[in-house]
């Protein structure tokens, strides 16, 4: 009769906690891993593990906007149609009012329509995956925007897909001015009670401007943003730097949540593309 | 609660997993959908042993993570401690009752969340984003264990855990 017929046993649990406490030591290593090696993983699971099921979305997104927006494609092309009768002379008085004022040809921005898909799972709250890539020209920092304005900018780009962060993300900023121009300042997500209750901030308001609520917050052009994209509507005063300057909420534009067919600008555009917004330039 | 073969518990994993991605990258229901994934890990862990169990747990937190850009590596840790100590309650708790499990899932994934809020605050960016812990924790963390203990519990009878004596 063997005398120490526990002792395999015991070796084998002796095994499962070194292997454990390895497995926690690493996993709590991931926390501080740097941010390209975070990516690297997350696009190593994305394209691997986990394609079926963002492809899944992707599909379902497509059919969904598609067929929501058949009706109000329709509508849409017969106003063009009617609108298109008259505007080839429009056109062409304009570039001939253009010549004789010496003013140079007004950049068009060059956009691609993408699906947003969420990911759904806990800490991914902020961000969104659209289904054009590198290969469509999208590049970093490259503004999503929706039918009513801005919802954020391209985060990271692989060759056919691109993770952006919407402006409910704490590291969303963005340069804006008011839609007359009278100020500019900086715009910021700031956390509410809860997450639907995220708001806007536009800071550098000049302390003696009075700012009328409703009043449109566009991109100013300063930043990687191009110029003109709305943000959001002044909503109300939030705090007051009695020495030089104003913030005010805004009501963003975007509805983080009916966010669902975007436009990513491309690189294609322009080089800068500040400049396509810019108001005219004499060549 | 009572043993079940080996290989029930890794399909059921696998079938679980499968379910928790469809669900919610899938078709993006987010807490309209239960947490299969903690679901399957917590029911593994104590039938697979204390090291495959910390395995599973960190491969599921990564999974996770890898979708999460601002707190990279909190579900990692979540998921991992989370199975250790589901593994461990294994020599604590021989309990083989549905009552038993009810508790073992609804305190077990409501760890799962208390200990995600706290590792999303050691990443920068995951701090910034994380919502108070009594409405992110307490009420959300508590309705999503109450949904998922319920889920668990049907699950159970299906496969056969924690069969009353």
């Known amino acids: 009769m063997p005398p120490y017929g526990t002792e395999p046993e015991s070796n084998g649990r002796h095994r499962d906690l070194i292997v454990a406490g390895v497995i926690l030591v690493v996993a709590f290593s991931t926390l501080f891993l740097s941010r390209t090696t975070q990516q690297v993983i997350s696009t190593a699971m994305q394209v691997t ?7 899944v979305q992707r599909r379902l997104e497509s ?7 058949v009706d109000s494609m329709v509508a849409r092309i017969d106003s063009l149609s009617a609108l298109l009768t008259s505007h080839s002379a429009l056109v062409d008085e304009n570039r001939t009012l253009r010549d004789l004022l010496e003013l140079s040809e007004r950049a068009t921005p060059e956009y691609v329509p993408a699906t947003v898909l969420r990911p759904g799972t806990p800490g991914s709250e902020s961000m969104f995956i659209v289904d ?10 490259s503004p999503v925007v929706g039918p009513f304005g801005l919802l954020g900018v391209i985060r990271e780009v692989r060759q056919r897909d691109a993770v952006g962060m919407d402006w409910s993300h704490p590291d969303f900023r963005a340069s804006a001015m008011l839609e007359d121009g009278s100020a500019y300042g900086l715009v910021a997500r700031r956390a509410g009670a809860f997450r639907e209750k995220d708001r806007l901030l536009i800071n550098g308001i000049p302390f003696n401007l009075h700012v009328d609520a409703g009043l449109m917050v566009v991109t100013s052009g300063l930043g990687v943003l191009p110029r003109g994209i709305p943000i959001g509507r002044v909503e109300d005063e939030a705090e007051t730097d009695p020495e030089w300057r104003k913030s005010y909420w805004l009501t963003p534009v975007v509805r983080l949540g009916a966010a669902t067919h975007v436009l990513v600008l491309t690189e294609r555009a322009s080089p800068e593309v500040s400049d396509l917004w810019a108001t005219d330039s004499v060549r | 609660m009572s043993r079940v073969g080996s290989p029930t518990i890794w399909v059921l994993v696998v079938v679980l997993t499968v379910l928790h991605l469809l669900l919610h990258v899938g078709l993006s229901y987010e807490r309209g959908a239960p947490d299969l994934l903690t679901l399957s890990l917590l029911l593994a862990s104590r039938e697979v042993g204390l090291g495959r169990a910390a395995g599973l747990g960190f491969a599921f937190g990564l999974v996770e993570d890898s979708l999460s850009v601002l707190s990279f590596g909190a579900n990692t840790v979540a998921m991992t401690l989370v199975a250790c100590v589901g593994a461990l309650t294994r020599d604590l708790f021989v309990g083989d ?31 910034g984003l994380r919502q108070p812990f009594v409405e992110q924790v307490v009420i959300a963390g508590g ?13 159970a009878v299906v496969a056969g855990f924690g069969r009353e004596p």
């Open chain 1, 49 to 55: 593990v986990l394609r079926p099921f963002i492809e």
């Open chain 2, 97 to 127: 009752s549905r009552l038993f499990l009810v508790s073992y899932l609804l305190i077990g994934k409501w760890s799962r969340d208390a200990a995600h809020w706290v590792a999303a605050g050691w990443v920068e960016s995951g701090a």
């Open chain 2, 143 to 155: 309705i999503a264990s109450v949904y998922m203990a319920a889920v668990g519990i049907a699950v």
């Open chain 1, 132 to 141: 054009v890539g590198r290969q469509d020209g999208v590049r970093n920092g």
């Open chain 1, 63 to 69: 059919a969904r906007v598609r067929a929501a927006r």
